[in-house]
């Protein structure tokens, strides 16, 4: 069973709007972290965002917060005030802190546009 | 400046040549990471490096190998590249395994392999 899934292969937002990227997951493991990775078209893969599973509040990072639900196993990233540079392939990655090993799990990604 | 360098950015080689892809680190990071990254695919894990601890995923073919002399080096060796070895290699790092944030990864630029 996917781990985590990423619904939206393709999303498109206008400059200077707000964005939302989508991600479920799947852990029965009581500790787990969640990361955002963001890959522009150069290829490296940039960290944006991480939230553990303990942590009570939703995580921000500049123009980067993520929408935490733990119960709905939710942890959908908020880009706001959209800019061009902003056009990428966003991961989300899950890692399960008594169980999985060492292993990251990456879902399929979500490719951005916005638009000018 | 970068932290995580790979070399070189693209590679390419025959069908059946050995070929040897290399990336250091100047974060002096315990752990060290080998991805190989398909088109429009999510990274998957080759292998990592726990200092000098090799940890090898089940489903990695005996093709790829993989060295850390030292902490800043980490190769990946393909003994024999086939068409289908044909990717982006990512090479990652994180500070340490024992705590889910101490396990943020930060990733070089990667190097494309094309094979002939």
């Known amino acids: 069973a996917q781990k985590i899934t990423q619904t939206q292969p393709g999303m498109f937002v206008q400059e200077k709007e707000a964005v939302t990227l989508d991600c479920t997951y799947d852990t029965s493991d009581p500790s787990y972290g969640l990361f955002w990775y963001k890959q522009p078209s150069s290829g490296e893969m940039i960290f944006l965002i991480y939230q553990g599973s303990y942590d009570q509040q939703n995580a921000t990072e500049g123009r980067y917060s993520l929408n935490f639900q733990k119960a709905r196993k939710s942890a959908n990233l908020v880009i706001s005030a959209s800019q061009l540079g902003d056009s990428a392939m966003y991961f989300c990655a899950m890692r399960e802190g008594n169980t999985g090993g060492f292993k990251t799990i990456f879902g399929a990604g979500t490719r951005l546009f916005v638009k000018a | 400046d970068a932290m995580v360098i790979q070399n070189p950015r693209y590679q390419v080689t025959q069908f059946g040549k050995p070929v040897t892809l290399s990336c250091s680190q100047t974060?002096?990071?315990?752990?060290m990471y080998w991805y190989q990254q398909k088109s429009s695919q999510a990274p998957k894990l080759l292998f990592h490096y726990y200092d000098k601890d090799f940890n090898n995923e089940a489903d990695t073919p005996d093709n790829f190998q993989s060295r850390r002399p030292n902490t800043s080096f980490c190769f990946l060796d393909i003994r024999s590249p086939g068409l289908g070895d044909a990717a982006m290699y990512l090479c990652?790092?994180?500070?340490?395994?024992?705590?889910?944030?101490?396990?943020?990864?930060?990733f070089g630029a990667g190097t494309r392999l094309s094979v002939l």
């Open positions: 974060l002096n990071h315990n752990v």
């Open positions: 990652a790092t994180s500070r340490d395994l024992d705590s889910l944030a101490k396990n943020i990864q930060y």
